[in-house]
DNA sequence: CATTACCTGCAA
DNA sequence: TTGCAGGTAATG
């Protein structure tokens, strides 16, 4: 479920409440959400380690502890990070529970089990992150730089915009919105893109990642903020979700040229556009 | 690239 | 009961 800017909503608000705190426990309910040790030697040691602050690599939240050490968190498809009070009963979905020195709890909830954490110094951390691509909302990312990346791909735009290891943090849900707002089809030749093509790839990525960071992330069924609450980026989207299920649901309207929002299977992933704005390339047709 | 695996819940 | 769900690693 979580991409990038939810992600960073995640990161944000622990920042908030994080840094200063303790934690004085830990509890592992699924051993393989801890990816890089056993849940006795993680529980070993992360219990007395002091939290500097929180910080987000790709759809990684990472957590700065003392002495160099990082609790790095990938929600995968259905985790969730929360600080509620440690007297509440635990979510039957808790994988682990960290209790903080304040009386709070920083737990992780992950119905589906994908997520996972580690526990790292900086150079596992490096290590860990060392095949990701560029963050796409850094200064440093131009679009000179996304039109070299770009510059002979063989394969379609979808597939390539999921692959981390070319471009961080964008996930099913934002691909879409940005190949709608860049009105390119899903299935354009990656390496067949003008130059103004590109600058509105470019611009689209970005801008549909920082409207989902202001919206405060996507809430479908499952994402959360650490407080409990959804995200409200759900209202802005303009492909995603809106093709219509079977004979009850009606595909929604484009809001560019009132087409009918189509859905197709691209990389295996639900594949939401406006057949319209976004024609079919005659490669592929 | 595609396919499968990892998991559970929910809607059709 | 089947298929689908916002992710990614491993395998062909």
Not at 12 to 35: M, S
Not at 155 to 178: R, T
Not at 232 to 255: F, H
Request: overall charge positive; glycine content about 8%.
């Amino acid at each position: 479920m979580p991409e990038l800017p939810e992600v960073e909503t995640v990161v944000r608000e622990l920042q908030r409440r994080l840094p200063g705190r303790r934690f004085t426990r830990a509890q592992v309910f699924w051993e393989r959400t801890i990816a890089n040790m056993s849940p006795a030697a993680f529980v070993e040691r992360i219990v007395g380690r002091s939290i500097e602050g929180s910080d987000r690599r790709a759809k990684y939240v990472v957590v700065r502890l003392g002495e160099g050490l990082r609790l790095v968190v990938h929600l995968r498809m259905s985790g969730r990070l929360l600080v509620e009070p440690a007297g509440e009963p635990l979510n039957p979905y808790t994988r682990v529970a960290l209790d903080l020195d304040d009386g709070m709890r920083l737990v992780f909830n992950d119905t589906r089990k994908f997520g996972r954490i580690w526990l790292v110094d900086q150079a596992e951390l490096d290590h860990l992150f060392v095949r990701l691509g560029p963050e796409p909302l850094v200064e440093e990312f131009t679009p000179q730089q996304f039109g070299s990346m770009l510059r002979g791909k063989k394969g379609a735009l979808k597939p390539l915009l999921l692959d981390q290891s070319f471009l961080a943090g964008l996930g099913n849900i934002y691909v879409d919105e940005a190949l709608w707002l860049a009105q390119l089809h899903p299935l354009r030749l990656a390496g067949s893109l003008d130059e103004a093509e590109t600058a509105r790839l470019y611009s689209a990525i970005r801008d549909v990642l920082n409207l989902g960071i202001e919206n405060r992330g996507t809430t479908f069924a499952m994402f959360l903020t650490p407080a409990g609450e959804p995200g409200q980026n759900q209202e802005t989207l303009k492909v995603y979700g809106r093709a219509g299920k079977g004979r009850t649901q009606p595909a929604q309207l484009c809001e560019r040229c009132g087409t009918p929002i189509a859905k197709i299977f691209v990389a295996q992933r639900g594949t939401h556009y406006c057949p319209v704005c976004q024609p079919t390339p005659a490669e592929e047709a």
